[in-house]
């Protein structure tokens, strides 16, 4: 089935409920004599103007106050400085908000004029967002790709090539599968990234979602200046992560959680101790901030005991 053609550079979006674009900008003030007149709010000095549309999420930005006057449409569709920081996250994203959700993506990326420093992104990240992305790509240091169905991993890996500044990067509940050529494209390009985070929603035992055991630890291994890495339901075995620690001796706090292959014997509970902070396979994922389901242990018999749980 063909995709529908949308257009390429929305420009008008529609306000949530509540006061109108009229009423915000006409709001009424008493002076000292008790009559009643009109407050400008257009006349709010820019810098004030800015500060508190830093304190609105992006969402709600793109959706009421460029609406108010010519003044607040110009603050927020011509200051960079607002877009720089991006975040998505933490929004309802389902077949009815997706697409919208997308073009105000597009829309907030292109408003940073080739600055944007961060993009967090909870479903709304797809090629063209990452495509829009490289326009920064000297300035983006901060990347977090959670529950987008549209990124795959060959596609992913020749986009973030180019990111040579990136400082975080976070990929989370994404398209089924690997991101081994990724994570080797991260390990290869990204020289100065600190903190990596590697997420599934669930663990599988076994290979029928074509996720070979280990099949990021080259990439990760090649993360040299890494300082914290989670990696939340992965198949990264016992050695896998022995190659991890051998090679990003500068790491400072482990997250492993639910990721059962790995053996959690007398040699590496000694390893993993001198972190500031670790979280183990069968640690509790009470804090733990995305959504995901039991695992899969069919294909073999596991026990707490064999992997030093209680």
């Known amino acids: 089935m063909a995709t529908p053609h949308h257009p390429p550079h929305p420009v008008i979006f529609c306000p949530p409920s509540g006061p109108s674009p009229a009423t915000l900008a006409g709001g009424v003030q008493e002076d000292g004599r008790g009559s009643r007149k009109a407050r400008d709010w257009a006349e709010l000095p820019r810098d004030a103007l800015l500060l508190v549309l830093e304190k609105l999420h992006h969402v709600d930005v793109l959706r009421g106050p460029e609406l108010v006057c010519r003044t607040w449409h110009s603050a927020v569709r011509d200051e960079p400085a607002l877009w720089r920081r991006i975040d998505f996250r933490h929004q309802r994203v389902d077949d009815s908000t997706r697409w919208f959700l ?24 797809d090629e063209r967002v990452m495509s829009l992305l490289e326009d920064s790509a000297l300035w983006l240091k901060s990347l977090r790709i959670i529950s987008c169905e549209r990124i795959a991993d060959r596609r ?20 089924p599968g690997s991101f081994s050529r990724t994570c080797i494209v991260v390990g290869n390009s990204c020289p100065r990234l600190k903190s990596f985070r590697l997420s599934s929603p669930s663990f599988f035992r076994w290979n029928w979602i074509k996720h070979e055991v ?3 630890v080259e990439g990760i291994t090649r993360m040299r200046g890494l300082r914290s890495l989670q990696l939340f339901a992965q198949t990264v075995s016992t050695s896998g992560l022995a190659s991890i620690l051998d090679s990003c001796v500068q790491l400072e706090s482990l997250d ?19 972190f500031e902070t670790v979280r183990l396979p069968f ?28």
């Open 102 to 125: 997308r073009l105000m993506a597009y829309a907030a990326v292109r408003r940073s004029r080739g600055r944007c420093e961060a993009f967090w992104g909870d479903g709304t990240i």
């Open 156 to 175: 992913l890996s020749s986009d973030i090539a180019r990111f040579h500044m990136l400082e975080l990067l976070e990929i989370s509940n994404c398209y």
């Open 214 to 216: 280990d099949s990021e």
């Open 256 to 274: 492993i959680r639910h990721c059962f292959n790995i053996e959690m014997g007398d040699d590496m509970m000694a390893r993993c101790s001198r």
């Open 283 to 310: 640690d509790s994922t009470d804090d733990y901030d995305l959504e995901f389901c039991a695992q899969d242990m069919n294909r073999a018999v596991y026990s707490r005991h064999r992997f030093g749980g209680a």
